[in-house]
Protein backbone atom coordinates (compact mmCIF):
# COMPACT_ATOMS: atom_id res chain seq x y z
CA UNK A 1 0.00 0.00 0.00
CA UNK A 2 1.20 3.23 -0.33
CA UNK A 3 -0.20 6.80 -1.15
CA UNK A 4 0.16 9.80 -2.80
CA UNK A 5 -0.94 13.38 -1.94
CA UNK A 6 -1.70 16.36 -4.78
CA UNK A 7 -2.37 19.91 -3.06
CA UNK A 8 -3.42 23.08 -4.71
CA UNK A 9 -5.63 25.76 -4.48
CA UNK A 10 -8.22 24.09 -7.21
CA UNK A 11 -9.90 27.66 -7.74
CA UNK A 12 -11.74 26.08 -9.35
CA UNK A 13 -10.28 22.91 -10.06
CA UNK A 14 -9.91 21.73 -13.87
CA UNK A 15 -9.40 18.89 -16.52
CA UNK A 16 -5.53 19.65 -16.28
CA UNK A 17 -5.63 18.73 -12.47
CA UNK A 18 -7.84 15.70 -13.48
CA UNK A 19 -5.81 14.50 -16.28
CA UNK A 20 -2.32 14.81 -14.31
CA UNK A 21 -4.33 13.01 -10.86
CA UNK A 22 -4.95 10.09 -12.68
CA UNK A 23 -1.72 9.58 -14.65
CA UNK A 24 -0.18 10.21 -11.25
CA UNK A 25 -2.15 7.46 -9.77
CA UNK A 26 -1.47 4.95 -12.39
CA UNK A 27 2.42 6.02 -12.71
CA UNK A 28 2.76 5.35 -8.97
CA UNK A 29 -0.07 2.60 -8.45
CA UNK A 30 -1.43 3.99 -5.26
CA UNK A 31 -4.96 3.04 -3.80
CA UNK A 32 -5.70 6.73 -3.34
CA UNK A 33 -4.28 9.66 -4.85
CA UNK A 34 -5.67 12.37 -2.15
CA UNK A 35 -6.48 15.42 -4.05
CA UNK A 36 -5.78 18.10 -0.81
CA UNK A 37 -7.01 21.73 -1.40
CA UNK A 38 -5.91 24.62 0.88
CA UNK A 39 -7.86 25.79 3.86
CA UNK A 40 -5.70 29.46 3.48
CA UNK A 41 -2.68 29.52 1.03
CA UNK A 42 0.87 30.54 2.81
CA UNK A 43 1.88 32.33 -0.44
CA UNK A 44 -0.78 33.78 -2.38
CA UNK A 45 -3.79 35.68 -2.15
CA UNK A 46 -6.78 34.72 -0.29
CA UNK A 47 -8.52 32.58 -3.00
CA UNK A 48 -12.40 34.43 -4.27
CA UNK A 49 -14.06 31.05 -3.66
CA UNK A 50 -14.25 29.60 0.06
CA UNK A 51 -12.47 26.77 1.07
CA UNK A 52 -15.75 24.54 1.29
CA UNK A 53 -16.62 26.13 -2.11
CA UNK A 54 -13.31 24.69 -3.60
CA UNK A 55 -13.34 21.51 -2.17
CA UNK A 56 -17.28 21.00 -2.95
CA UNK A 57 -16.17 21.95 -6.57
CA UNK A 58 -13.20 19.10 -6.14
CA UNK A 59 -15.39 16.64 -5.02
CA UNK A 60 -17.56 16.71 -8.35
CA UNK A 61 -15.01 17.40 -10.16
CA UNK A 62 -13.82 14.10 -9.46
CA UNK A 63 -17.07 12.50 -9.20
CA UNK A 64 -18.04 8.72 -9.22
CA UNK A 65 -15.88 7.10 -12.04
CA UNK A 66 -12.86 8.14 -10.45
CA UNK A 67 -12.16 5.88 -7.80
CA UNK A 68 -8.17 6.03 -7.39
CA UNK A 69 -9.14 9.72 -6.73
CA UNK A 70 -10.37 11.16 -3.23
CA UNK A 71 -10.87 14.68 -2.23
CA UNK A 72 -9.60 15.06 1.26
CA UNK A 73 -10.70 18.24 3.92
CA UNK A 74 -7.41 18.08 6.32
CA UNK A 75 -6.05 21.00 5.74
CA UNK A 76 -9.68 22.61 5.92
CA UNK A 77 -9.72 21.37 9.41
CA UNK A 78 -6.59 23.21 10.87
CA UNK A 79 -6.82 27.15 11.44
CA UNK A 80 -4.28 29.57 9.85
CA UNK A 81 -1.92 29.16 6.83
CA UNK A 82 -2.24 25.51 5.51
CA UNK A 83 1.70 24.30 5.31
CA UNK A 84 1.87 21.04 3.34
CA UNK A 85 4.86 20.27 6.07
CA UNK A 86 1.85 20.16 8.90
CA UNK A 87 -0.10 17.96 6.25
CA UNK A 88 2.46 15.61 6.16
CA UNK A 89 3.44 15.20 9.58
CA UNK A 90 -0.27 14.49 9.93
CA UNK A 91 -0.79 12.02 6.82
CA UNK A 92 2.49 10.25 8.32
CA UNK A 93 1.24 9.84 12.07
CA UNK A 94 -2.05 8.24 9.84
CA UNK A 95 -0.38 5.70 7.67
CA UNK A 96 3.06 5.00 9.75
CA UNK A 97 6.58 5.35 8.91
CA UNK A 98 6.65 1.65 6.34
CA UNK A 99 4.29 3.28 3.77
CA UNK A 100 5.52 4.73 0.74
CA UNK A 101 3.84 8.36 0.66
CA UNK A 102 4.43 10.71 -2.90
CA UNK A 103 4.21 14.64 -3.17
CA UNK A 104 3.00 15.18 -5.93
CA UNK A 105 3.36 18.83 -7.55
CA UNK A 106 4.22 20.37 -11.10
CA UNK A 107 7.62 21.98 -11.70
CA UNK A 108 6.16 25.56 -11.48
CA UNK A 109 5.77 24.62 -8.02
CA UNK A 110 9.20 23.19 -7.64
CA UNK A 111 10.91 26.31 -8.96
CA UNK A 112 9.94 28.06 -5.57
CA UNK A 113 9.46 25.23 -2.52
CA UNK A 114 12.63 27.14 -1.18
CA UNK A 115 9.71 29.68 0.10
CA UNK A 116 7.84 26.92 1.93
CA UNK A 117 7.83 26.58 5.35
CA UNK A 118 10.67 23.91 6.33
CA UNK A 119 11.12 23.06 2.57
CA UNK A 120 14.51 21.33 3.28
CA UNK A 121 12.38 19.05 6.09
CA UNK A 122 9.55 17.53 3.42
CA UNK A 123 11.44 14.55 1.89
CA UNK A 124 11.95 13.52 5.93
CA UNK A 125 7.95 12.75 5.28
CA UNK A 126 7.76 11.49 1.26
CA UNK A 127 9.10 11.42 -1.93
CA UNK A 128 8.82 14.55 -4.22
CA UNK A 129 7.36 13.49 -7.54
CA UNK A 130 7.84 16.53 -10.12
CA UNK A 131 5.70 16.75 -13.48
CA UNK A 132 7.31 19.16 -16.01
CA UNK A 133 5.20 22.22 -16.75
CA UNK A 134 5.77 23.99 -20.54
CA UNK A 135 7.80 27.52 -19.30
CA UNK A 136 9.09 25.75 -15.93
CA UNK A 137 12.54 24.65 -16.09
CA UNK A 138 14.62 22.69 -13.41
CA UNK A 139 16.80 25.52 -10.37
CA UNK A 140 20.08 25.35 -11.90
CA UNK A 141 22.09 26.90 -8.88
CA UNK A 142 21.85 27.67 -5.24
CA UNK A 143 21.05 25.98 -2.36
CA UNK A 144 17.41 24.37 -3.74
CA UNK A 145 19.11 22.84 -6.92
CA UNK A 146 21.48 21.21 -4.51
CA UNK A 147 18.85 20.10 -2.98
CA UNK A 148 17.38 18.52 -5.95
CA UNK A 149 20.50 17.13 -7.27
CA UNK A 150 21.15 14.96 -3.65
CA UNK A 151 17.76 13.31 -3.79
CA UNK A 152 16.94 13.07 -7.71
CA UNK A 153 16.26 9.67 -8.63
CA UNK A 154 15.74 8.72 -12.68
CA UNK A 155 14.77 5.07 -11.51
CA UNK A 156 10.92 4.97 -10.03
CA UNK A 157 11.21 1.58 -9.56
CA UNK A 158 13.99 2.09 -6.97
CA UNK A 159 12.06 5.15 -5.32
CA UNK A 160 9.23 2.83 -4.43
CA UNK A 161 11.30 0.26 -2.62
CA UNK A 162 11.59 3.41 0.38
CA UNK A 163 9.04 5.26 1.68
CA UNK A 164 10.88 8.98 1.65
CA UNK A 165 13.61 10.87 0.72
CA UNK A 166 13.97 11.08 -2.71
CA UNK A 167 12.51 13.00 -5.68
CA UNK A 168 11.45 12.38 -9.17
CA UNK A 169 10.74 14.02 -12.73
CA UNK A 170 7.99 12.70 -15.02
CA UNK A 171 6.52 13.72 -17.81
CA UNK A 172 2.86 13.33 -17.87
CA UNK A 173 0.08 15.41 -19.93
CA UNK A 174 0.23 18.88 -19.01
CA UNK A 175 -3.02 20.39 -20.35
CA UNK A 176 -2.89 24.22 -20.94
CA UNK A 177 -5.56 25.00 -18.82
CA UNK A 178 -5.24 27.27 -15.76
CA UNK A 179 -7.83 28.25 -12.67
CA UNK A 180 -6.81 31.45 -13.52
CA UNK A 181 -7.83 31.48 -17.04
CA UNK A 182 -10.90 29.32 -15.81
CA UNK A 183 -11.77 32.70 -13.22
CA UNK A 184 -11.08 34.95 -15.96
CA UNK A 185 -13.09 33.77 -18.75
CA UNK A 186 -16.04 33.46 -16.37
CA UNK A 187 -15.75 37.03 -15.20
CA UNK A 188 -15.52 38.24 -18.88
CA UNK A 189 -19.04 36.32 -19.49
CA UNK A 190 -17.04 33.37 -21.98
CA UNK A 191 -18.04 29.71 -21.59
CA UNK A 192 -15.80 27.33 -19.59
CA UNK A 193 -17.35 24.27 -20.79
CA UNK A 194 -15.04 21.40 -21.15
CA UNK A 195 -12.12 23.07 -19.65
CA UNK A 196 -13.44 21.32 -16.32
CA UNK A 197 -16.09 19.15 -15.92
CA UNK A 198 -19.76 20.10 -16.42
CA UNK A 199 -20.70 19.80 -12.59
CA UNK A 200 -17.81 22.12 -11.87
CA UNK A 201 -19.55 24.81 -15.02
CA UNK A 202 -22.73 24.14 -13.25
CA UNK A 203 -21.87 25.00 -9.99
CA UNK A 204 -20.36 27.76 -10.90
CA UNK A 205 -23.08 29.32 -12.29
CA UNK A 206 -25.22 28.71 -9.66
CA UNK A 207 -23.06 30.29 -6.98
CA UNK A 208 -22.63 32.76 -9.05
CA UNK A 209 -18.77 32.81 -8.61
CA UNK A 210 -15.80 34.23 -10.17
CA UNK A 211 -18.36 36.87 -12.01
P1 LIG B 1 -3.88 29.34 -10.65
O1 LIG B 1 -4.06 29.63 -12.12
O2 LIG B 1 -4.97 29.92 -9.76
O3 LIG B 1 -2.49 29.67 -10.17
P2 LIG B 1 -3.46 26.51 -11.19
O4 LIG B 1 -4.26 26.19 -12.40
O5 LIG B 1 -1.97 26.66 -11.37
O6 LIG B 1 -4.06 27.78 -10.43
P3 LIG B 1 -3.26 25.23 -8.60
O7 LIG B 1 -4.46 24.83 -7.80
O8 LIG B 1 -2.49 26.41 -8.15
O9 LIG B 1 -3.76 25.40 -10.11
O10 LIG B 1 -2.28 24.01 -8.83
C1 LIG B 1 -2.23 22.88 -8.04
C2 LIG B 1 -1.24 21.90 -8.64
O11 LIG B 1 -1.70 21.53 -9.94
C3 LIG B 1 0.19 22.44 -8.83
O12 LIG B 1 1.10 21.43 -8.47
C4 LIG B 1 0.26 22.73 -10.32
O13 LIG B 1 1.57 22.57 -10.82
C5 LIG B 1 -0.67 21.68 -10.90
N1 LIG B 1 -1.32 22.10 -12.15
C6 LIG B 1 -1.97 23.24 -12.38
N2 LIG B 1 -2.43 23.29 -13.65
C7 LIG B 1 -2.05 22.14 -14.23
C8 LIG B 1 -2.21 21.59 -15.56
N3 LIG B 1 -2.82 22.25 -16.54
N4 LIG B 1 -1.71 20.37 -15.79
C9 LIG B 1 -1.08 19.71 -14.80
N5 LIG B 1 -0.89 20.17 -13.55
C10 LIG B 1 -1.35 21.36 -13.26
Known amino acids: ?36 PCALPAHRDVPSASPQQRLEMLKLGIGEQAQRLLADDIELCREGPSYTIDTLREIRQQIGSQTPLFLCVGMDVLTTLDSWQDWQQLTDYCHLIVSSRPGYQIPKSG ?7 Q ?38 GEKIDYLTPAAVVNCIQQQHLYE
Open 1 to 36: MSVAIFGGTFNPVHNGHLRIAIELAELLEVDSLRMI
Open 143 to 149: PLADWIR
Open 151 to 188: RLCDDLHELKQSSTGRLHFCNLTMLAISSTAIRNKVSA
